[in-house]
């Protein structure tokens, strides 16, 4: 279902660093270092960010979040991209790693695309069906991108913080040691069942099936 990765990436390198303290809407603050980088074999503007003390742990804890501009900026309901990222943030912090903000909006189609695929769903199309029905791919994300950054910051391994089992398999396959994959929460809402539900038929994400087993309302 996902963009197919090669076992070899080309190098990339740091271009900046720069302190950026995070406040978000529920009064949770924290320091953090965004990275930029020079190279990235997309061409796309992706960050790193440095949360807590990453050196101060063999294995730091990663999690590789796809953009999402109705989640993570507005809020929406739709999906459960906006309380992972927030999620993520504090565990991350708390532990010592970094969190790779990547410009992959709607699983790599796209800001117009997902919202095309919204009006889809609207008409009871799935999240996956409703990407196909438009000529895309269910997921065109690639990790290439996120394994070149993890290697220009010196990162040899790492637990990876995710409930989808292709990020770790991607990763593995470009040469970066992924030690666990460690379950992110379940974020749901009335609003989003249908797409966690989704998630769980379509790409066997581990939240999704406790959902299903009644384990979440």
Same mark, same amino acid.
């Not at 009871?124 to 069906?129: E, K, V």
């Not at 196909?132 to 990162?155: F, K, N, S």
């Given at each position: 279902?996902?963009?197919?990765?090669?076992?070899?990436?080309?190098?990339?390198?740091?271009?900046?660093?720069?302190?950026?303290?995070?406040?978000?809407?529920?009064?949770?603050?924290?320091?953090?270092?965004?990275?930029?980088?020079?190279?990235?074999?997309?061409?796309?503007?992706?960050?790193?960010?440095?949360?807590?003390?990453?050196?101060?742990?063999?294995?730091?804890?990663?999690?590789?979040?796809?953009?999402?501009?109705?989640?993570?900026?507005?809020?929406?309901?739709?999906?459960?991209?906006?309380?992972?990222?927030?999620?993520?943030?504090?565990?991350?912090?708390?532990?010592?790693?970094? #969190?790779? =903000? *990547? /410009?992959?909006?709607?699983? &790599?189609?796209?800001?117009?695309?997902?919202? %095309?695929?919204? @009006?889809?769903?609207?008409?009871?199309?799935?999240?996956?069906?409703?990407?196909?029905?438009?000529?895309?791919?269910?997921?065109?994300?690639?990790?290439?991108?996120?394994?070149?950054?993890?290697?220009?910051?010196?990162?040899?391994?790492?637990?990876?913080?995710?409930?989808?089992?292709?990020?770790?398999?991607?990763?593995?396959?470009?040469?970066?040691?992924?030690?666990?994959?460690?379950?992110?929460?379940?974020?749901?809402?009335?609003?989003? #069942?249908? =797409? *966690? /539900?989704?998630?769980?038929? &379509?790409?066997?994400?581990?939240?999704?099936? %406790?959902?299903? @087993?009644?384990?979440?309302?």
């Amino acid at each position: 279902m996902s963009a197919t990765s090669t076992s070899a990436s080309p190098e990339a390198s740091v271009r900046t660093r720069v302190r950026v303290p995070l406040r978000f809407g529920d009064g949770y603050s924290v320091d953090s270092e965004l990275v930029t980088f020079h190279g990235l074999a997309d061409g796309q503007e992706h960050l790193a960010v440095v949360l807590g003390n990453p050196d101060a742990t063999d294995t730091p804890l990663v999690r590789l979040h796809s953009e999402c501009l109705t989640g993570d900026v507005f809020g929406s309901a739709r999906c459960d991209c906006g309380p992972q990222l927030r999620e993520a943030v504090e565990r991350i912090a708390s532990r010592g790693g970094y #969190l790779l =903000y *990547l /410009r992959q909006e709607g699983r &790599g189609i796209g800001l117009y695309n997902k919202l %095309d695929a919204y @009006a889809l769903q609207d008409q009871g199309r799935d999240t996956y069906a409703a990407n196909v029905e438009l000529g895309l791919p269910e997921d065109g994300r690639d990790y290439t991108a996120a394994a070149q950054m993890l290697t220009a910051l010196g990162v040899d391994g790492i637990d990876l913080l995710s409930n989808n089992p292709d990020k770790a398999e991607q990763l593995r396959d470009l040469g970066v040691s992924v030690r666990d994959r460690v379950p992110t929460g379940v974020h749901a809402t009335p609003h989003n #069942l249908r =797409y *966690l /539900r989704a998630k769980s038929t &379509g790409t066997d994400h581990s939240s999704a099936h %406790d959902l299903l @087993a009644g384990r979440i309302a």
